[in-house]
């Protein structure tokens, strides 16, 4: 079993900075995917970024440059550093996990969501 929650999401103006933060808990396996999601008001959820457990990240175009996503493998904790927001950037964040055993999806959770507000 594995829990994430999240925190970090609220109001800020175009421009600003927030921190996402996504803490695992339970049965974490060595290897495994951790990362977000998004879904804005009548769009199609989407990748933003996800990091391995050896540190390989993937980040989507629409935010490379301004948004960092890192983790601590020791607290079990992923982080979305989220600079020069954009209000097109307002949306629900989930989190994600995933891990694998023997090449193949174990389990894949999802956080409840923490939602980002940019104002114009």
């Known amino acids: 079993q594995v829990q994430l929650v999240e925190s970090g999401g609220g109001l800020v103006q175009a421009g600003g900075s927030l921190r996402l933060s996504c803490a695992a808990s339970?049965?974490?396996?060595?290897?495994?995917?951790m990362g977000w999601h998004r879904q804005a008001p009548g769009k199609q959820r989407e990748l933003v970024a996800t990091?391995?457990?050896?540190?390989?990240?993937n980040v989507a175009d629409s935010v490379k440059g301004r948004f960092t996503i890192s983790r601590e493998n020791g607290k079990n904790e992923v982080y979305l550093q989220m600079n020069s927001l954009k209000p097109e950037d307002t949306a629900v964040y989930y989190c994600?996990?995933?891990?694998?055993?023997?090449?193949?999806?174990?389990?894949?959770?999802w956080g409840q969501g923490t939602l980002v507000t940019v104002s114009a």
């Open positions: 994600k996990y995933n891990d694998y055993v023997r090449g193949k999806v174990n389990l894949e959770v």
């Open positions: 990091i391995r457990e050896n540190g390989y990240t």
């Open positions: 339970g049965s974490i396996t060595n290897i495994n995917n």
